[in-house]
């Protein structure tokens, strides 16, 4: 009888009402994040290296499906019920938060304010009731309660996270490190030109037509018999896809002037380099009424977030593709720098 009795206990109102909104918001983070999977197929998902991006998304998943265990284990009075609700709440509350932040940010200011004022003050409210709730310790003693394999596999979860994210943020300050200026003796030196950021050695055929200081940076011209213009700097932006390098061309070219006018794309490409990839689109102009030919070209470094732009500009057709001409040039470039004599 006492058996019978104890199986027909039920959880306090409370409790239900909370694990009903629990449930609602984990079922909508599993909605929205299998909506996401289509993107991990795109190069560079997110602007983040796809590895980390599809880990952090398993990760998640196994810590929804943690939650429900959570859930179904209290309202069957497992010892380790309350536990796994606590802990798989750590994870997912900030992940709500995150979500409604993506969702809701194109909102009035006052509605995104209470939406996320709602979220954060709900979330605490659940984790104040699990930690000090009397109903809930009537329903299940804290004296009955344990830690148990499902907790400990709670703590890996965020173990297996932190690491996840560690290498992630750890990547981001090699990143940064790397992409600082190093001050040089000379901005020439040999066959070699730099701007501190950068180093490289323009072909055999380039010749140097002049150096110049455009606000921070240096921009340094050349010219050759295949083009009548040759510009080349470097520059501090992500660029992870094809996507990328075509939207920033727009702000390449105001360090022109920005009086291009497309008429036509007549050749592009993408290569990848033993430390980055190289970017190219070759356009058909119109600049000052005149009918010109332009090259833009950058080319990534795996291990900053450092780029090189190049802009090739012809008066005639060009005969060959760029692709060749710039991978040539790629040889001799270098992000990795120190400085020079040392």
Known sequence: ???????????????????????????????RMLATIPSFFYED?????????????????????????????????KPYGVGVLKLSLFYILPQIIFDSSLIFSQYQIAWYAAIQGV????????????????????????????????????????????VLYGFFVGEQIVKNLNSQKVEMAQVKSGNYYT??????KPLADWKQKGIYQQGDGTLFGFSSPKHNKIVIFSSQMECKSRLDFCESVQSIDQLLGGTKSAIEEIDYGTKVLNTGTLYYNTYKIVVDSLLKYRTYALVTDDKSQKVLCLIFEDDTVPKHSAGNELQQFTQDLSFRLSPIGH
């Open 195 to 200: 701007d501190g950021y950068v180093r490289f």
């Open 45 to 77: 998902c997110y602007g983040i290296n796809t590895t980390y991006v599809v880990g952090s998304r398993i990760i998640t998943f196994i810590v929804f499906v943690y939650a429900f265990v959570g859930i179904y284990s209290t309202l069957k009075r």
């Open 1 to 31: 009888m006492d058996e019978i009795k104890e199986q027909n206990i039920k959880p306090p109102f409370a409790l239900t009402v909370q694990m009903f909104f629990y449930m609602t918001l984990i079922v909508l983070g599993v909605v």
């Open 119 to 162: 979220t954060i003050l709900g979330g605490l409210v659940f984790l104040v009731y699990l930690f000090r709730s009397k109903k809930l310790n009537e329903y299940i003693p804290k004296c009955e309660r344990k830690f148990g394999k499902y907790g400990w596999f709670g703590i890996l979860l965020f173990f297996t996270m932190f």
